[in-house]
């Protein structure tokens, strides 16, 4: 059973950075996964934003979130990072961590339906 919990959010000016973590636990070091951050606003359908292989050898980027995101993984750490500068307030979102077991990196790496595991989530708050 894969657990996630992810921490780093909070309130931040326009043009500013946070930082995002999510610690994993439960992966089977022999499995290849694939472990992204989406982020849901209020009234809006939940988005992918980014996602890494669990070698970090792969990684996408959603559009909006290209030149000022950037993912990272630490496997000595078993934590993934999402570094976010440049911030904006449409960024504005509850983040969530998500993680699934595949057999290589996905056509459509960003898309929700694929990720059965999902932590809590953190809120991110972009505003003057």
């Known amino acids: 059973q894969l657990q996630l919990v992810e921490s780093g959010g909070g309130l931040v000016q326009p043009g500013g950075s946070l930082r995002l973590s999510c610690v994993a636990s439960?992966?089977?070091?022999?499995?290849?996964?694939?472990i992204g951050w989406f982020r849901q606003a209020p009234g809006k359908e939940r988005e992918g934003v980014s996602c890494?292989?669990?070698?970090?050898?792969?990684?996408a980027y959603a559009d909006s979130v290209k030149g000022r995101f950037t993912i990272s993984i630490d496997n000595a750490k078993n934590t993934v990072y999402l570094q976010m500068n440049s911030l904006k307030p449409e960024d504005t979102a509850v983040y969530y961590c998500?993680?699934?077991?595949?057999?290589?990196?996905?056509?459509?790496?960003?898309?929700?339906?694929?990720?059965?595991?999902w932590g809590q989530g953190t809120q991110v708050t972009v505003s003057s």
């Open positions: 998500a993680a699934n077991r595949f057999r290589s990196f996905p056509p459509q790496p960003l898309e929700v339906r694929q990720y059965d595991y």
């Open positions: 890494i292989s669990s070698s970090g050898g792969a990684f």
């Open positions: 439960g992966f089977t070091w022999w499995d290849y996964y694939v």
